[in-house]
């Protein structure tokens, strides 16, 4: 087990050789790694915001004489539920980030550009930044493609328009007003 720490929440995780990459052994310049992420790397960290997911992640690596550099790309779907009628759906999205790897003295995750790793270290591991990227990657309001262009049908789009059609019906009332005051009114502006 591994603790990390985002912000003030405590994420333990099971660490998985296959996000671990080894660097001693590698040649300066690029190297490419491929990921395909689904739910079960999720539940390794107890993450539970969609249903399942299916998401291409490409990691460079470029090794230079003192430092490493990591490029992140993403391109995907989630699945989940639309925040206005609870539908699921399928929700696009890419994103990515750079991490600069250094060596010094001890570990050292604090900046989200910046890695430290001890000296002697042999290998990174990737998993977190993936894990971060797509979670941070995914917007706050989630709302299904068919409400936007009006082809979804469901119980709940109904309940809205029926609603909303109401509400119309009593503004157009409400602009109505009594004679009366219309006249006090006058009184004002005849000033």
Known sequence: MQ???LGQIAVEMKVSNEYLIPFIGLKQGKHQ???????????RFEYDEFESCNVKVDVVLEKKSTMLEL?????????????????????PIKGKINVVVQFGDAFNN???ELLILPHGEHQVDVSQYIYEMIVLSIPLKRIHPGVKDG???????????ALTVKAKKEETKS?????????LK???TDK
């Open 3 to 5: 603790t990390e720490f």
């Open 186 to 188: 006058k009184l004002l």
């Open 175 to 183: 602009e109505e007003t009594d004679p009366r005051w219309d006249q």
């Open 33 to 43: 790694f491929d990921y395909q992420i689904d739910k079960t790397f999720f539940d």
């Open 71 to 91: 490029h992140f790309k993403h391109k995907g779907t989630v699945h989940v539920p639309c925040d206005l009628t609870g539908e699921p759906f399928d929700l």
């Open 151 to 161: 082809t979804l049908k469901s119980e709940a789009i109904e309940k809205l328009q």
């Open 110 to 112: 604090e900046n989200e």
